[in-house]
């Protein structure tokens, strides 16, 4: 069983720019999909970003495509959400998370992911 543990978030101003990191332990995530996921208060939770295995391929929502990158080391044992020009609406609590396989299909989905983190928050303010 994979616990993934999300770090990172934090108090900060329009235009600027963090990073999220994820790391696991239990067992390493280097041969799975892994994703970002996000949930602002009274929202449903809504995709962010996906990774492959090896991280040669890359996915990204509408709101994210030009201002967010998702990365992971080559170990894979790490998967970053870069967030850059971040604006109030970005606020909300972060999720990674991870699917065992290969398969990228239906990557947006919540229902695919097999395993999660418990998520960090972070908060953008005007």
């Known amino acids: 069983q994979v616990q993934l543990v999300e770090s990172g978030g934090g108090l900060v101003q329009a235009g600027e720019s963090l990073t999220l990191s994820c790391v696991a332990s239990g067992r390493t995530f280097s041969r799975d999909v892994m994703g970002w996921f996000r949930q602002a208060p009274g929202m449903e939770r809504e995709w962010v970003a996906t990774?492959?295995?090896?991280?040669?391929?890359?996915y990204y929502t509408n709101f994210a495509n030009g201002r967010f990158t998702i990365s992971r080391d080559r170990p894979g044992n790490v998967v970053y959400l870069r967030m850059s020009s971040v604006q109030p609406d970005d606020t909300a609590v972060y999720y990674c998370a991870g699917r065992t396989g290969s398969s990228l299909s239906n990557c947006d989905s919540v229902a695919t992911y097999d395993y999660w983190g418990q998520g960090t928050q972070v908060t953008v303010s005007a």
């Open positions: 990774i492959s295995r090896n991280g040669d391929f890359t």
